[in-house]
């Protein structure tokens, strides 16, 4: 198995994680251990946890090291991780998250918070309400950054790894509303100081079962509670503007480049847009994961046509990006017998992921008069799915059950003034 090969306790922090889940450790994270694997020091992570301490109780007891175990049909590869130094609850250790970020080491403070830790409204703008909230992540990066000032410390990167479309760019006006709103006298500052770099991130990283964890002792011969299973494709595109210091992670296989846009548009509407419709269109049709859904005859053709026909002609694509090479990719993904990704997981929080993965390419086919088929049927899926039994998990789960159930249920969700904005419209027969 392979281990950290550099000296763990040598390392300084130079990353604050907030949103410390399985997909922070099955990505980011390794990104960063092979990183200082190859001699670039003081790259450890704090990571927060804003909500759940779920993971600090994991990690914390096994100083912060972890198995990542990468499956797929060929077998399972287990890998040691050591970038994680410590994870902080923010709700019991507010103060210490505050004073990571605003430690002279601290060059990143990076976020994998889900669609909806970024707090919008409706209309994307932020909900300034929950963003003066406990659990909040402008709170403490706003504090963080307040404190840095006073030391007469630069400024920092704000790295969104999210799934967002331009999550660079949203993060900075979020964050600027903030500030604008709770500490006015920090904007120029902000402004001068800190970068918000776009990036597309991608691996596939299901929940940790327990299940999974027996497995991993099999191997390990001792009990990882922080296991995380992830395949073995993974891909990070960075915009390479940072306000300071950054890890030489395009030595270890992420891509810096000028423009993440085409890249992370593809991801999000052929990758996260075909998920989505799996999920929707899986769980009506009985199965519980996406390898199961894929080979559904039923399904399958259906989810070729989203990503070649529908999502592909909508991306701008940057020189050398093969779009119908990327979906075959993507049919090889879903298909992968080992991991067994629930579509109840992605299934959740549908308000937030639908309009960048569904509703703009729509609006864009409709914009030149054309009908989706595969995304119709998604959409006509996802209505189906709130109208059943099945939980939804979702910040607006009333409001959606309610207009779900409604007759004028595409009008109240889709319409104008409806739960979901965006430029798509919803029309007799999508
Ligand atoms: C999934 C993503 O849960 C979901 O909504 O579509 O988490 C997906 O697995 C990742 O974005 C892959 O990079």
């Given at each position: ?16 994680h ?17 990183a200082?694997g190859a001699?670039?020091?003081d ?16 990690l914390?007891?096994?100083d912060g090291?972890?198995?990542v ?28 998250v ?7 080491a ?9 669609e ?6 409706a ?9 003066r ?10 504090a ?12 920092l ?10 999550n660079?760019?949203v ?10 709103a709770a ?6 500052w902000?402004?001068?100081e ?5 990036t597309m ?17 099999a191997?390990?011969g ?13 891909q ?9 210091p950054?890890p030489?992670w395009?030595d270890?296989?992420?891509?810096l480049v ?5 890249y992370?548009?593809?991801?999000l509407?052929?990758?996260?847009g ?7 269109i899986?769980l ?5 994961y996406?390898?199961q ?6 399904i ?12 592909a ?8 990006q093969?779009?119908?090479a990327?979906a075959?990719a993507?049919?090889g ?9 629930r ?5 959740m ?31 006509a899926?996802?209505?189906?799915f709130l ?6 998990d979702?910040?607006?789960a ?5 207009a779900?159930?409604?007759p004028d ?19 007799p027969?999508?």
């Amino acid at each position: 198995m392979r281990t950290p090969d550099y000296d763990r306790s040598a390392q300084a922090a130079g990353i604050v994680h907030i949103g410390i889940g399985a997909f922070h450790r099955a990505h980011q994270a390794v990104y960063t251990d092979d990183a200082m694997g190859a001699g670039d020091g003081d790259w450890g992570i704090t990571g927060v946890s804003l909500r759940s301490g779920d993971v600090a109780a994991q990690l914390n007891p096994q100083d912060g090291l972890y198995t990542v175990s990468t499956r797929s049909a060929a077998g399972t590869d287990l890998r040691l991780i050591g970038a994680v130094q410590r994870v902080l609850v923010a709700g019991e250790a507010a103060q210490d998250v505050i004073d990571a970020i605003a430690s002279p080491a601290t060059h990143i403070v990076s976020f994998t918070v889900t669609e909806k830790g970024y707090l919008r409204a409706a209309d994307g703008s932020l909900d300034l309400a929950a963003a003066r909230g406990a659990s909040s992540l402008y709170r403490f990066v706003g504090a963080g950054l307040a404190a840095r000032r006073a030391a007469g410390l630069p400024g920092l990167t704000l790295l969104s790894c999210d799934n967002l479309a331009n999550n660079g760019a949203v993060l900075r006006a979020l964050m600027r509303d903030y500030l604008a709103a709770a500490q006015p006298d920090l904007l120029d500052w902000f402004d001068r100081e800190c970068r918000c770099p776009a990036t597309m991130i991608d691996r596939i990283v299901p929940a940790t079962t327990d299940a999974d964890r027996t497995a991993v002792k099999a191997v390990l011969g001792a009990r990882d509670e922080g296991a995380v299973v992830t395949e073995a494709f993974s891909q990070w595109v960075i915009e390479d503007d940072f306000a300071g210091p950054r890890p030489r992670w395009e030595d270890v296989g992420a891509e810096l480049v000028a423009d993440v846009a085409p890249y992370e548009t593809a991801k999000l509407r052929m990758l996260n847009g075909a998920h989505s419709a799996l999920a929707y269109i899986g769980l009506g049709r009985g199965h519980l994961y996406v390898h199961q859904a894929v080979a559904d005859p039923g399904i399958h053709p259906l989810i070729e046509r989203l990503m070649r026909e529908e999502a592909a002609p909508t991306i701008d694509a940057a020189p050398g990006q093969d779009l119908s090479a990327y979906a075959e990719a993507l049919m090889g993904r879903f298909a992968n017998p080992a991991l067994d990704h629930r579509l109840i997981q992605i299934a959740m929080d549908g308000s937030q992921k639908i309009p960048q993965r569904w509703l703009e390419t729509l609006a864009w086919h409709q914009r030149r008069g054309q009908r989706c088929a595969s995304l119709g049927a998604a959409v006509a899926a996802w209505i189906a799915f709130l109208r059943s039994d099945h939980p939804i998990d979702d910040p607006l789960a009333d409001k959606l059950r309610d207009a779900a159930a409604a007759p004028d249920a595409m009008e109240r969700l889709f319409g104008k003034g409806g739960l979901i904005a965006s430029d798509w419209r919803p029309e007799p027969n999508v």
